[in-house]
């Protein structure tokens, strides 16, 4: 779906990126990941044309992004930045339109599909769709920024530290929503963040940048037990107890689980991390918990010193 080749920025005659190559495949998340001023914001303006590359290629969908105009290029990319960017005189339902206005929708098919959006994203439609901004907590303007950026289905959505503004505890709320919103399963997703947990929970691949170069790309797992130099490594060490059970998914030590009696309802799925298991595990007070196979509906039950075996067994085994 994305593909950049050999792609640098310069400002002033220095590289904020440097020569960076990265593919982004149909329905995929891709992170960037790293600390402030290595290039991540500028890779991600690049895409839809904010910021204009001083090299390299891009393409989306297999078209040149520069043989587009930049606002024919941005009808097909959503994008959410960190401040939501919300005009403060419209209300929820106005900053929604804006888009399909530009696109000259009707108002019966604006109004149909802004309703939808707002339900999924819990914000009921006669409570909030004639609010402002400023009457809205910081999870709630992010979520009517999410919204907009998605109200005329753009197969692509771009987000720079989207969560960035919010409280811990919110954060990790939005987080959870984020993942279980059907409406970004179909998505091509790159985001942006500082925050190493959100990378793991959020991405499928990520890229580690550093100086304006990717260090290393791959997945959760890839990079914290594989890291390709020292940076890599040590980025990730003040919390790799964290992260090593956040990259371990059920899935990938599936046939080291004991199976479970029927169910009516899994607590959890096999795309659900170690790390996860131990929050609800702990959030609910329960010794077992059931977790059902994403692919084939079968189950298999965990307890913390299930997960703690595995996770050893898996350390020994690396």
């Known amino acids: 779906m994305i593909i950049a080749r050999n792609v640098s920025k310069k400002f002033n005659g220095i590289n904020a990126v440097n020569d960076i190559s990265f593919e982004v495949k149909e329905g995929q998340t891709l992170v960037f990941l790293g600390t402030s001023g290595c290039g991540k914001t500028t890779t991600l303006k ?10 390299g290629e891009i393409t989306i969908d297999g078209k040149n992004i520069l043989s587009l105009k930049p606002e024919i290029l941005r009808r097909g990319i959503g994008y959410v930045s960190q401040n939501n960017g919300l005009f403060p005189h419209y209300t929820v339902a106005e900053n929604i339109a804006i888009v399909p206005n530009l696109l000259k929708w009707g108002k019966e098919k ?3 599909r802004a309703n939808a959006l707002l339900t999924q994203l819990k914000l009921p439609v006669t409570e909030y769709a004639n609010k402002y901004p400023d009457e809205l907590s910081g999870g709630q303007k992010q979520r009517v920024a999410l919204a907009r950026a998605l109200v005329s289905d753009p197969p ?8 960035g503004a919010l409280d811990p505890i ?15 399963k179909s998505k091509t997703i790159v985001l942006v963040t500082h925050d190493v947990q959100e990378a793991f929970e959020l991405g499928d691949q990520i890229c580690l940048m550093d100086k304006g170069i990717i260090v290393q ?16 490594r040590n980025f990730f060490s003040h919390q790799r107890l964290q992260l090593e059970l956040s990259a371990l998914k059920f899935n990938s030590i599936w046939s080291s689980l004991s199976d479970a009696s029927p169910a009516p309802t899994a607590s959890l799925n096999s795309n659900q991390s170690l790390w996860e298991g131990m929050e609800m595990l702990s959030e609910k007070n329960e010794d077992v918990l059931i977790v059902r196979n994403s692919e084939d509906g079968s189950l298999k039950e965990i307890s913390i010193q299930t997960i703690q075996s595995v ?4 350390k020994r085994n690396r």
């Open 46 to 55: 690049i895409l839809n044309r904010l910021i204009e590359p001083s090299a």
């Open 110 to 112: 604006t109004s149909e």
């Open 156 to 163: 692509v959505l771009l987000m720079d530290e989207p969560f």
């Open 170 to 184: 919110t954060r990790a709320s939005i987080r959870k929503e984020f993942l279980e919103l059907p409406e970004l």
């Open 217 to 232: 790309t791959g997945t959760p797992e890839e990079l914290i037990f594989k890291p390709v130099n020292e940076f890599a």
């Open 311 to 314: 996770y050893l067994e898996n």
